[in-house]
C-alpha cells in the first residue's frame, strides 16, 4: 500500500508501514495525514524544521506540508491516516483557525504514558474499516472516528492558543511567528522582504531587525531557504522541465532561476535533478 496514494473514489486511507520508499526524498503533500510511531526511529525534517519520530510520537501534517525523511531505522513501523483535502475539510470544519496554526508550529508529540494505548485502538479500527469495502457506511464512520481524534487532540490544546498573549510571548516572537506563517503560504510567488512586511504593515527594516532579534537570521534568508526548499521538491518529485518549474515559482526567466539555485545550492537545477 503506498501511503498517500489517494484516488477520488476513495478519499481516505489508513494501513501500517515505514518511510523506506521515500527516504531522502523531499515531498510536498497534497493530503492531510496523521501518523503514530509504533516502533524504532526516524529523523524527519518538516517545512526546514527537525523532528525525531520514536515510539509513542503522533505526527499531524497538514496539507502543503513539505517533509524530508533523512534516516529511517530498520525496524521502524508507523500506524497512518491519510484524508484528501476535500474530506479533511469536512471533517474538520468545527475547528478554529488557531487550532490548524498551533498543528502547523507543532506537527510532532510525543503521546504521554497510557495515551498511546487509545491512539493504538483508533488507528487499528479505522484501517479494518478502510479494508471493509462492503460496509455502505464506510466513508461517514470514518468521518466521525477521524473528527473525534481532532477533536480530542483539540481539546487537549486548545489552552494553549486560546490565551490571547501566553506569558514570555513579546511582540517581537509574535511578528516572527505570523512572518513565518507568511512566508508558507506566498515563498511561491514572493521573495522580497517588502511584501512580507506589507503583509504585517510594518517597514522592512523594522521586519528585518526583527527577525534577525528573534532567529539570528536575515528575514531575506529565510524567504529564499522556503523558496529553494519548494525547488528542490519540485526537482525531485515532479517532471515538471525547468522552465515549467521556473514558472510556476514566478521567476523572470529559466537563466534567473538558474543563477538563483545555484547561488543557494551551488549546484545547477539540472544538476540537483540528477543527483542521486
Given at each position: 500500500m503506498e501511503i498517500w496514494h489517494i484516488t477520488e473514489n476513495d478519499p481516505f486511507i489508513a494501513g501500517t508501514g515505514d518511510f523506506k520508499a521515500i527516504e531522502n526524498r523531499f515531498i510536498k503533500l497534497n493530503n492531510?495525514?496523521?501518523?503514530?510511531?509504533?516502533?524504532?526511529?526516524?529523523?524527519?525534517q518538516i517545512d526546514l524544521l527537525e523532528y525525531?519520530?520514536?515510539?509513542?510520537?503522533?505526527?499531524?501534517?497538514?496539507?502543503?506540508?513539505?517533509?524530508?525523511?533523512?534516516?529511517v531505522s530498520d525496524d521502524f513501523k508507523i500506524s497512518f491516516i491519510v484524508c484528501s483535502p476535500t474530506l479533511f475539510q469536512e471533517i474538520s470544519n468545527r475547528?478554529?483557525?488557531?487550532?490548524?496554526?498551533?498543528?502547523?508550529?507543532?506537527?510532532?508529540v510525543v503521546l504521554p504514558a497510557g495515551r498511546e494505548r487509545s491512539v493504538d485502538r483508533l488507528a487499528e479500527t479505522i484501517e479494518e474499516?478502510?479494508?471493509?469495502?462492503?460496509?455502505?457506511?464506510?466513508?461517514?464512520?470514518?468521518?466521525?472516528?477521524?473528527q473525534s481524534f481532532l477533536l480530542e487532540i483539540y481539546d487537549k490544546t486548545h489552552r494553549l492558543f486560546m490565551q490571547k498573549r501566553p506569558e514570555g510571548v513579546s511582540r517581537q516572537e509574535e511578528l516572527f511567528k505570523r512572518?513565518?506563517?507568511?512566508?508558507?503560504?506566498?515563498?511561491?510567488?514572493?521573495?522580497?522582504?517588502?511584501?512580507y512586511a506589507n503583509e504585517?504593515?510594518?517597514?522592512?527594516?523594522?521586519?528585518?531587525?526583527?527577525?534577525?532579534?528573534?532567529?539570528?537570521?536575515?528575514?531575506?534568508?529565510?524567504?529564499?531557504?522556503?523558496?529553494?526548499?519548494?525547488?528542490?521538491?519540485l526537482l525531485k518529485s515532479t517532471d515538471l522541465s525547468i522552465q515549467e518549474i521556473s514558472n510556476q515559482l514566478c521567476f523572470p526567466d529559466q537563466s534567473f532561476f538558474g543563477r538563483y539555485f545555484k547561488k543557494h545550492t551551488g549546484v545547477s537545477p539540472l544538476k540537483y535533478r540528477n543527483m542521486p
Open positions: 492531510a495525514s496523521i501518523f503514530f510511531c509504533r516502533q524504532g526511529h526516524a529523523h524527519i525525531d519520530l520514536i515510539p509513542n510520537a503522533q505526527l499531524v501534517l497538514l496539507p502543503g506540508s513539505i517533509i524530508h525523511i533523512t534516516e475547528l478554529e483557525p488557531p487550532f490548524f496554526r498551533f498543528l502547523k508550529e507543532a506537527p510532532c474499516l478502510y479494508n471493509d469495502r462492503e460496509n455502505c457506511f464506510r466513508l461517514q464512520i470514518a468521518k466521525n472516528y477521524i512572518f513565518i506563517q507568511l512566508v508558507h503560504k506566498h515563498c511561491t510567488s514572493q521573495r522580497e522582504v517588502s511584501f504585517l504593515f510594518i517597514t522592512a527594516r523594522y521586519l528585518s531587525t526583527v527577525i534577525q532579534n528573534v532567529s539570528g537570521l536575515t528575514a531575506k534568508s529565510i524567504i529564499d531557504k522556503h523558496v529553494v526548499l519548494e525547488i528542490k521538491t
